[in-house]
C-alpha cells in the first residue's frame, strides 16, 4: 500500500516537471508579432523624419539662395544708381543757369549788348559741360519738342492752341527732363499743343450747313 501511494507521488512530480517545461506558445508567437509592428511602426517614423528633414533642407537652402539674389540685387542698383539723389541735386545748377540766362535776356538794359552776349556764351559753354559730365554718368536729357506727349517722361503743364501741329505734339519745354540709365530721374515739363476752338467751331458750322442742304 506504501509503495502504491510514493509511486502515484512520483507520477505527479513528473507531470508537474512535464508542465513546466513545456514552453508558452502562443504568448511567444504574439510578443514576437507585436515586435515586428513596434519595429515597422519605427520604420515608417524614421522615413518620414528624413523626409521631412530633406524638405525644411530644401525650403532653407531656397530661402538663402532667395536672399542671396536679392543682396546681389540691391547691391547691383546702389553701385548703378547710388548717385541718384545727388544727380537729381545737380540738375538744380542747370535749371539755374537757364533761368539766369532768361533773365538777363528780357533786361531791356542790356539787351543787344556786346556784354550780354559774352555773358550768355560763357553761360552756354558752362550748360554743356554739365551736360557732358552728365552724359558720362549715364545722366541723359529727355528730348521732347515735336514730341508726341509720353507720360512716361513728360509732364504737360499748359495747352497752346496751334493748328499746324497735331493735337498732343510738345511745342514748349518748360524745364528739362533727364534719366539715369534706365530709370527717370525727372520729366520733363512741357506745353503741348491742341487745336483752335474757333477752327472746331466753323467746322461743326459748315457740316451743320452742309447737312441742311
Known amino acids: 500500500m506504501e509503495k502504491e501511494q510514493n509511486h ?18 502562443g504568448i511567444d508567437q504574439n510578443n514576437e508579432g507585436n515586435d515586428k509592428t513596434i519595429e515597422k511602426s519605427s520604420n515608417i517614423s524614421s522615413e518620414e523624419k528624413i523626409l521631412e528633414l530633406e524638405d525644411k533642407l530644401a525650403r532653407t537652402f531656397a530661402e538663402m539662395e532667395n536672399q542671396r539674389r536679392r543682396f546681389e540685387k540691391e547691391k547691383e542698383e546702389a553701385f548703378e ?3 541718384f539723389n545727388f544727380a537729381k541735386e545737380a540738375l538744380n545748377l542747370i535749371d539755374n ?10 533786361d531791356e538794359s542790356i539787351k543787344n549788348s556786346e556784354a550780354l552776349n559774352k555773358t550768355l556764351e560763357h553761360l552756354n559753354i558752362i550748360n554743356k559741360d554739365l ?3 552728365f552724359l558720362k554718368n549715364n545722366i541723359k536729357p529727355i528730348e521732347s519738342l515735336n514730341k508726341k506727349l509720353d507720360p512716361n517722361f513728360h509732364q504737360a503743364m499748359i495747352e497752346i492752341e496751334d493748328d499746324q501741329k497735331d493735337p498732343g505734339t510738345i511745342i514748349q519745354e518748360i524745364q528739362k527732363g ?4 534706365d530709370r527717370l530721374l525727372r520729366p520733363s515739363l512741357v506745353g503741348v499743343s491742341k487745336k483752335s476752338q474757333n477752327k472746331d467751331e466753323k467746322i461743326e458750322q459748315n457740316k451743320e450747313n452742309l447737312e441742311k442742304k
Not at 502515484?8 to 506558445?25: F, Q, R, V, Y
Not at 533727364?178 to 540709365?181: A, D, L, V
Open 8 to 25: 502515484d507521488a512520483e507520477d505527479l512530480k513528473s507531470g508537474e516537471t512535464d508542465n513546466d517545461s513545456k514552453e508558452p506558445i
Open 97 to 106: 543757369l537757364e533761368r539766369s540766362k532768361k533773365i538777363l535776356e528780357n
Open 131 to 133: 551736360i557732358s559730365i
Open 81 to 83: 544708381y547710388g548717385g
Open 178 to 181: 533727364f534719366t539715369i540709365k
